[in-house]
């Protein structure tokens, strides 16, 4: 058994976690063991390396906080979950691991689907979805406008926009990032800079872009802000960038626009377990169905950890990496 442990945090990600070796306990009251099939890299997780992410665990820690898994075993007054059922992982267990053990209540059962996909169902898409649902009343036919668009949040919120009948604008840093974008549906497709809003006009007709979506900041957020209507919602999520959101007083003062924060661990704070059990059960049903997938760019064995960490961390790099122990 193998898991990736972190004794430190610095400024190289990779350089501060390593694979070790461990051992599980007998199986006690109530718990079951699980068996890691997949467990993917966000940039959450190389942000809790560096120490930069807004909660942070004690050390030392494991890396990972989602993932999906097959159960070994359960102990004999374990009810409702048997041998050999994909499960979801508990959100922040320190998922990058072959095996781990945790109490039988804390796990889902999952319908049996792709197990790579299913391993990134707690973080990328219910941001997308909460934050198309949360922040604007969204109808048919209207647009939403985001940059990072060819990242994983970006990729489902294209695939959630068009299941709603949204749509829409999606910028990017690079040219090289253009096509992938157009096929996964993105309506318009455009590359970040000081004139984009004059683009985006004629790209959509004049369209009036009630909300903005962005992981940029920096002054990408004034670039997305110049593109929203007036009394439109611009919600941040991130800051690809590493600088600080800059908006110009024009956007605030003369059109009303609002700059708004997401955080997913907040929501999961506040929201209720019906509700929560209601954003996951729609998501679930449609990875099982294949309606909601985004890309894979490479998966390595726990025993690679430093290997994935630094392709994660990389600029470019084309679909989601993740740990899929052998």
């Known amino acids: 058994m193998l898991k990736a442990e972190y004794q430190q945090r610095g400024p190289v990600p990779q350089d501060v976690i390593a694979a070790v070796p461990f051992d599980l306990p ?96 707690t973080v990328n898409p219910p941001t997308a979805y909460l934050m198309l649902r949360e922040f604007v009343d969204l109808k048919p036919g209207d647009w939403v406008i985001q940059n990072a668009a060819n990242s994983g949040v970006g990729s489902y919120l294209i695939q959630l926009a068009k299941i709603r009948g949204l749509k829409t604008v999606n910028v990017v840093r690079r040219e090289s990032a253009i096509d992938t974008v157009n096929a996964e549906g993105g309506d318009v497709v ?4 000081r004139d984009l809003h004059k683009r985006v006009r004629e790209a959509t007709g004049g369209a009036a872009i009630k909300l903005g979506i962005d992981a940029v900041a920096g002054q990408s957020t004034d670039h997305l802000a110049q593109c929203l209507a007036e009394e439109g919602v611009l919600v941040n999520y991130g800051r690809m960038s590493g600088e600080p959101c800059q908006v110009t007083p024009s956007s605030f003062v003369f059109r009303d626009v609002t700059l708004r924060g997401f955080w997913l ?22 990875i099982a169905q294949g309606k909601l997938k985004t890309r894979i760019g490479a998966t390595y064995d726990v025993s690679e950890i430093q290997q994935a960490v630094a392709a994660a961390a990389a600029g470019e790099r084309d679909g989601k990496i993740l740990v899929v122990p052998k």
């Open 190 to 193: 455009l590359v970040d800079g």
């Open 265 to 286: 661990a907040k929501w999961f704070q506040k929201a209720s377990q019906a509700e929560q059990m209601q954003v996951f059960g729609e998501l679930i049903g449609l």
């Open 26 to 121: 007998e199986l006690g009251a109530g718990e079951a063991r699980v068996k890691v099939l997949a467990a993917p890299i966000n940039p959450s997780d190389v942000l809790t390396l560096t120490g930069e992410y807004g909660m942070l665990p004690p050390l030392p820690a494991i890396g990972g906080n989602e993932g999906v898994g097959r159960v070994e075993a359960v102990a004999a007054d374990v009810e409702g979950l048997k041998p050999g059922q994909m499960v979801l992982l508990p959100v922040g267990c320190g998922t990058w691991r072959s095996h781990l053990q945790v109490k039988a209540k804390q796990l889902i059962a999952l319908p049996e689907a792709d197990p790579l996909q299913l391993a990134m169902l």
